[in-house]
């Protein structure tokens, strides 16, 4: 019972630490998870907020060999603002500034090591629209297995709009 206890007691600093960085990356809290729905038949384009950037977050799943597709949380500033689920994408509000985007599947959708989240920063001015592009990765050969992986990186306006064209529409709200 006492090296179950003092187990314990030594992972939960380790816990709160990995709690702390996932936030500082972005992230929200880890017991958070959201009801995504998508609808391939709505395209709103909207503008800015006065004062506000304007954030689209698209999710492509054209490299995920597997079933069921992933469910990605977005973060920023350590807040989820919203999750996508297979091609799919929303949009967001955002202050000027300086800010943390963070994603992170919702939950393990394959067994294996591999790096399901992904973290980038940049910096929001008003009036200004920013993309960015979460690309979920699993091959399957079975000669030469390959971890999941999870890209997220800023997108071109144009190649953005080829991708929503193509993706649904995502809402989400937490469960």
Same mark, same amino acid.
């Given at each position: 019972?006492?090296?179950?206890?003092?187990?314990?007691?030594?992972?939960?600093?380790?816990?709160?630490?990995?709690? /702390?960085?996932?936030?500082?990356? @972005?992230?929200?809290?880890?017991?958070?998870?959201?009801?995504?729905?998508?609808?391939?038949?709505?395209?709103?384009?909207?503008?800015?907020?006065? @004062?506000?950037?304007?954030?689209?977050?698209?999710?492509?799943?054209?490299?995920?060999?597997? $079933?069921?597709?992933?469910?990605?949380?977005?973060?920023?500033? @350590?807040?989820?603002?919203?999750?996508?689920? @297979?091609?799919?994408? $929303?949009?967001?509000?955002?202050?000027?500034?300086?800010?943390?985007?963070?994603?992170?599947?919702?939950?393990?959708?394959?067994?294996? /090591?591999?790096?399901?989240?992904?973290?980038?920063?940049?910096? /929001?001015?008003?009036?200004?629209?920013?993309?960015?592009?979460?690309?979920?990765?699993?091959?399957?050969?079975?000669?030469?297995?390959?971890?999941?992986?999870?890209?997220?990186?800023?997108?071109?306006?144009?190649?953005?709009?080829?991708?929503?064209?193509?993706? /649904?529409?995502?809402?989400?709200?937490?469960?």
């Amino acid at each position: 019972m006492k090296p179950l206890l003092l187990a314990l007691l030594l992972g939960c600093p380790a816990f709160t630490q990995s709690q /702390a960085s996932s936030a500082l990356a @972005g992230c929200g809290p880890a017991g958070v998870s959201f009801q995504v729905n998508t609808d391939k038949k709505q395209h709103p384009m909207t503008s800015p907020e006065p @004062g506000k950037a304007l954030v689209y977050f698209i999710q492509d799943d054209s490299r995920f060999l597997s $079933f069921p597709k992933p469910t990605t949380r977005v973060g920023l500033d @350590g807040q989820w603002v919203g999750a996508t689920h @297979g091609n799919s994408y $929303f949009y967001f509000f955002v202050d000027p500034g300086d800010h943390n985007l963070c994603t992170d599947w919702q939950s393990s959708v394959i067994v294996g /090591a591999g790096r399901k989240n992904a973290a980038i920063h940049f910096t /929001a001015e008003p009036g200004k629209i920013y993309y960015f592009m979460v690309q979920d990765i699993l091959h399957r050969a079975p000669d030469h297995p390959y971890p999941p992986r999870v890209d997220l990186s800023p997108v071109d306006p144009a190649e953005a709009q080829l991708q929503m064209s193509r993706s /649904a529409l995502s809402t989400s709200r937490p469960k």
